[in-house]
């Protein structure tokens, strides 16, 4: 974390800036109280107040997007999007969510049962693949953002077309933009009486959401989620988004990827769902997922069936953590399981720590432990 000045140094320590000045005196270094110290320096006058230098190395390995490895453009190719769905409280987002998912049912996938597992894909009839997560949509994108994860490729803003524009319409178009996800909107409810679409196209125009019909780029899709209308056309919408923005990854290649949610289960123990956002994710990989790590021990897909491999945006869940991860934390697979591990602990140490308190603010603390 770079340099410290006498006075910085005295502040960490809790030291008047003289008492520095004094022991440097008597290491032999004559200083100012805006005296840069170099890290040796630093750690000896630490030592004299009984402190250490926390090993900054073994801080910075934890950070696991150093591990993540830049994919080269010739090896990257068109991947499913990923989409959430949001919106006002009863405007049909479960309903939206169910009937998209009974839209899958082919002849190939009858008889898989339906596993929660936080999200679930879909093959269109032109046989494109589109993943949904099933989080309620504010919770994907806050959890999630507060960890710096974005897992959502394009969000579908739900409103009712009999209620329009409501206070969690409005948050929600605010987690969309602060994300920087396209949005495309979900008129539901074209079948009740009250169904008033220009009110709503109306209402979001004050969002900078405006239609195409209207001179705009927002795709508006009239629909009935209860009776399934609209459905295909809203499908063909994410298609044509999704190709709008390039959505790419590399299959080949180690798996990295995002918690969609996590839990202990009494038999299997820690189960994780997860979203793999680059590369193959395989049974049998060593892992490290937000603060705990493991091996891929057993996959199975959204319809519940065990699955040997899994690629870019395919939603999978996974036994065989030492510990329960949460939701919005990054999963890194590793070359072999002897580094997974140490980075594992690692990560599992810092945590302790900060639980600790000792990262509360900037203080003695967050550079020094007791010797
Ligand atoms: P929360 O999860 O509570 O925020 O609600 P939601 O957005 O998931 O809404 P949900 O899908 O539960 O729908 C709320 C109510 O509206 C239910 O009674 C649905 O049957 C009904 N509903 C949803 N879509 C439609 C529709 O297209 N037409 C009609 N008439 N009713 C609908
Ligand atoms: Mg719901």
Redesign the pocket.
């Known amino acids: 974390s770079g340099t410290l000045n006498v006075t910085e140094l005295g502040e960490l320590l809790g030291k008047p800036a003289n008492d520095i000045i004094k022991k440097l005196m008597f290491a032999g270094v004559m200083a100012n109280k805006n005296q840069d110290l170099d890290e040796d320096t630093i750690e000896l006058i630490a030592g004299e107040y009984g402190m250490a230098v926390k090993k900054e190395v073994e801080v910075e390995k934890t950070d696991l997007t150093q591990y993540i490895e830049i994919d080269d453009e010739k090896d990257l190719k068109e991947r499913p999007p990923v989409v959430t769905i949001m ?1 006002h ?7 939206l969510l169910d009937s998209i998912r009974n839209t899958r049912v082919t002849a190939g996938e009858a008889g898989g049962i339906t596993q929660h597992i936080g999200a679930y894909q879909i093959r269109t009839d032109a046989g494109k693949k589109i993943t949904f997560l099933d989080t309620p949509g504010h919770a994907a994108f806050t959890s999630m953002r507060s960890r710096g994860a974005q897992v959502t490729d394009i969000a579908i803003l ?1 409103v009712a077309a009999d209620d329009g524009v409501m206070p969690q319409t409005v948050e929600a178009i605010n987690h969309a933009k602060a994300a920087e996800v396209p949005i495309i909107v979900a008129v ?2 074209m ?2 009486e009250a169904a008033n679409p220009d009110r709503v196209m109306q209402e979001l125009t004050e969002y900078e959401l405006i239609s195409e019909d209207w001179g705009g780029d927002t795709i508006f899709v009239p629909m ?4 399934g209308e609209g459905i295909e056309e809203l499908l063909e919408m994410i298609l044509l988004v999704a190709e709008v923005e390039e959505l790419k990854a590399n299959a080949n290649r180690r798996a990295n990827g995002t918690v969609i949610e996590a839990e202990l289960d009494k038999g299997r123990g820690a189960v994780a769902s997860l979203l793999v956002q680059n590369g193959t994710l395989r049974v049998g990989d060593p892992i490290v997922v937000g603060n705990t790590f493991g091996r891929v021990r057993a996959m199975v897909n959204d319809l519940g069936k065990r699955i040997k491999k899994a690629g870019p945006s395919t939603p999978v869940e996974i036994t065989g953590l030492s510990n329960v991860p949460q939701a919005g934390d990054r999963f890194v697979v590793f070359e072999d399981e002897k580094t997974a591990r140490q980075i594992g602990e690692l990560r599992q140490q810092k945590q302790l720590e900060e639980r600790r308190g000792e990262q509360s603010k900037v203080s003695l603390e967050d550079l020094f432990e007791k010797i």
């Open positions: 919106g409280v009863d405007h049909g987002k479960t309903t739900v539901n409810k079948d009740k009935s989620a209860l009776q």
